[in-house]
Nanobody, 118 residues
Framework: QVQLVESGGGLVQAGESLRLSCVCS????????MGWYRQAPGRQRELVAT???????NYADSVKGRFTISRDNAKKTVYLQMNSLKPKDTAVYFCHIERSYFTQVDYWGQGTQVTVSS
């Protein structure tokens, strides 16, 4: 069974930081690109950041310079370090296994809530 379990969300004030974690099981983690997405109320789900199996990272323009995605293959975990948080970052954040030759089905975590107050 493929499972992605997110943690680390919470309520913080603008300017503060959070680190999200996503622990993966049931897949060969090394072969998969991973991603973080977010969805705010009334908005479409959007890409936040991705990291390839070779640890090449890509970020949405809205988070560049503030967020950092990383992975620990030994722990089968992907992280999202979020600094200088803004109220517009408020959303449910989802961990995602990117589809590829090795993984041809979308897999999502259940999400973790991040709320940034002003």
């Amino acid at each position: 069974q493929v499972q992605l379990v997110e943690s680390g969300g919470g309520l913080v004030q603008a300017g503060e930081s959070l680190r999200l974690s996503c622990v993966c099981s049931g897949i060969n983690f090394l072969l998969n690109d991973m991603g973080w997405y977010r969805q705010a109320p009334g908005r479409q789900r959007e890409l936040v950041a991705t990291i390839t199996r070779s640890s090449s990272a890509n970020y949405a323009d809205s988070v560049k310079g503030r967020f950092t995605i990383s992975r620990d293959n030994a722990k089968k975990t992907v992280y999202l370090q979020m600094n200088s948080l803004k109220p517009k970052d408020t959303a449910v954040y989802f961990c995602h296994i990117e589809r590829s030759y090795f993984t041809q089905v979308d897999y999502w975590g259940q999400g973790t809530q991040v709320t940034v107050s002003s």
